[in-house]
């Protein structure tokens, strides 16, 4: 499995990363959405109707779901501090799971732990 540091050095890679001011709302439940993304600084809190589900920190990747074929956001995504974001699209997704098997195995599994919380906490 690759280590937190070794999932979000793929990101890194990549120019430009986004940046969200503490408050800042990045993505909200029911959006579309063409973008993953890799906590490269600060913290993100993980919400479903409104309500904290947990906050998620550098090293962390969240909203990968809208690239494999949900719609909609399950969740919405508020920068608890200020917050640095790398991100993918869907063609770098591909590529970077192409080039790096693991990473492919690191999403799934953070997503599907992500996507069990949210279902206990209906």
């Keep these: 499995m690759l280590s937190p540091v070794a999932k979000i050095s793929i990101f890194q890679r990549k120019p430009d990363p986004k ?11 029911g959006q579309s959405g063409d973008f993953m993304y890799g906590i490269l600084a600060g913290e993100v809190e993980i919400l479903v109707h409104d309500k904290i589900l947990e906050t998620i920190q550098a090293g962390e990747v969240f909203g990968a779901g809208v690239l494999v074929g949900i719609k909609q956001r399950n969740y919405t995504a508020i920068a608890k501090t200020s917050c ?16 790096t098997p693991m990473f492919a195995i690191q999403v799934m599994k953070s997503y ?6 949210i279902e206990h906490s209906i």
């Design 19 to 29: 940046v969200f001011s503490s408050g800042a709302t990045i993505f909200e439940e």
């Design 84 to 99: 640095k974001l790398a991100f993918l699209n869907e063609y770098s997704f591909l590529f970077v799971i192409q080039e």
């Design 112 to 117: 599907s732990e992500r996507l069990n919380r």
